[in-house]
């Protein structure tokens, strides 16, 4: 069986989840005023999308793979997998819950330096402390590319959107750690209801 998080697994810490396209680490871009505009988009979509729901098939940097159900609130995250096994993870709050029911096992972590993280401030700011490192728009497609301005060492968030007719719905999260490697989330099935979901669903604990 896979780890669902080798980060976690191999050195005891979280690195974190999840290409349309490789990121690369590297200084903010100055960006061009229609690439502001895109970025401007991503960042109300990240802040409007309450009822978020995808299906995934996550894919490890060994090319193993795992998939499951998404839930996202602005600010929240849940990961609910059918395979490799019964696995959740939690993302709220500044913190993140990672509880393997296979192994009995539970990981508890800040996202304060995890490039996760990026995805989940409340509200998202892709300005400021967040660095925007890249935007490529193709046809019917949008990425970009995040680091903390601070410490871009720590990591490369990639955000892949379809962007038709001017409407985004987001396909694929990926995180590039401080070793370079890639964990991908492809979504399928993206619907987005308006409703937030119940609190419970983003508590930080093992046991629901």
Same mark, same amino acid.
């Given at each position: 069986?896979?780890?669902?998080?080798?980060?976690?697994?191999?050195?005891?810490?979280?690195?974190?989840?999840?290409?349309?396209?490789?990121?690369?680490?590297?200084?903010?871009?100055?960006?061009?005023?229609?690439?502001?505009?895109?970025?401007?988009?991503?960042?109300?979509?990240?802040?409007?999308?309450?009822?978020?729901?995808?299906?995934?098939?996550?894919?490890?940097?060994?090319?193993?793979?795992?998939? %499951?159900?998404?839930?996202?609130?602005?600010?929240?995250? =849940?990961? /609910?997998? &059918?395979?490799? @096994?019964?696995?959740? *993870?939690?993302?709220?709050?500044?913190?993140?819950?990672?509880?393997?029911?296979?192994?009995?096992?539970?990981?508890?972590?800040?996202?304060?330096?995890?490039?996760?993280?990026?995805?989940?401030?409340?509200?998202?700011?892709?300005?400021?402390?967040?660095?925007?490192?890249?935007?490529?728009? %193709?046809?019917?497609?949008?990425?970009?590319?995040?680091? =903390?301005? /601070?410490? &871009?060492?720590? @990591?490369?968030?990639? *955000?892949?959107?379809?962007?038709?007719?001017?409407?985004?719905?987001?396909?694929?999260?990926?995180?590039?750690?401080?070793?370079?490697?890639?964990?991908?989330?492809?979504?399928?099935?993206?619907?987005?209801?308006?409703?937030?979901?119940?609190?419970?669903?983003?508590?930080?604990?093992?046991?629901?």
């Amino acid at each position: 069986m896979k780890p669902a998080f080798p980060f976690a697994t191999r050195r005891l810490m979280m690195g974190g989840l999840l290409t349309l396209l490789a990121a690369c680490a590297g200084a903010p871009v100055q960006q061009a005023p229609d690439q502001q505009a895109d970025i401007a988009r991503v960042e109300a979509y990240l802040n409007t999308s309450n009822g978020l729901q995808a299906n995934f098939v996550q894919t490890w940097p060994d090319g193993g793979k795992g998939q %499951g159900v998404m839930h996202y609130d602005p600010g929240r995250l =849940r990961l /609910d997998y &059918e395979t490799p @096994g019964s696995m959740k *993870l939690v993302a709220a709050s500044g913190h993140l819950l990672f509880v393997d029911h296979r192994r009995e096992s539970v990981t508890r972590m800040s996202l304060g330096h995890q490039p996760l993280g990026l995805l989940l401030e409340q509200p998202v700011r892709l300005s400021g402390q967040i660095a925007v490192t890249a935007v490529q728009h %193709g046809q019917n497609s949008l990425q970009v590319s995040l680091a =903390r301005r /601070d410490s &871009e060492s720590q @990591g490369i968030l990639t *955000l892949g959107f379809s962007d038709i007719g001017g409407r985004l719905s987001l396909l694929v999260i990926e995180m590039t750690d401080v070793e370079r490697q890639h964990i991908r989330l492809d979504l399928t099935d993206t619907s987005v209801s308006g409703q937030s979901w119940p609190d419970a669903m983003f508590t930080l604990s093992a046991s629901n």
